[in-house]
């Protein structure tokens, strides 16, 4: 019956594929690609980073606010999603290596100055994101016409569990994740 069907699969990518969406996006773009993935991040968290929340030295982002966008269209900084969504997350060398070029090029000294932005220098909005980066088009050419930007987040929670001696808890601090339900999903 209808109702027993299951929602369909989200795409997951492969590391060669977010590679390849990194490079399809405008270049100011590319570490957001890359961050987003690898770091498991939401948007509202994603959007939220500042300079002082990234640690080169360990190759680290901080996560301890989240954007929300209300009904009105204004943009709230508070809390991320849970408890456990203020976490600490290590992201692969190379990925740290672009962050710290995308910093150089496209963000201020300030320590509270938002790493991605748009060309403006404002807050990134799902909207906005979706036009300056011509999203509908990078993800035809990549070959996944329904990528979602949340799956990117599915797909580094799928990579990250795929590594050995990865165990359910590193999954739940990554995802920032209270319970173990979302986590065993990986």
Known sequence: SAGDEKPAERPTLTVEQVQALSMLVPARFSAFILVKTYGCLRWGEITALTRRDVDFDSGTVNVRVAYVERSTGALELGPPKSRASVRRIALPQPVVDLLRA??????????DALIFTGATGRPLRRSNFNKQVGWEQVRETLGVPHLHLHDLRHTGNTLAAGTPGTSIRDLMERMGHDTMRAALIY
Do not use: G, L, Q, T
């Not at 995308?102 to 320590?111: E, F």
């Open 102 to 111: 995308h910093m150089d090029a496209y963000v201020n000294d300030d320590v």
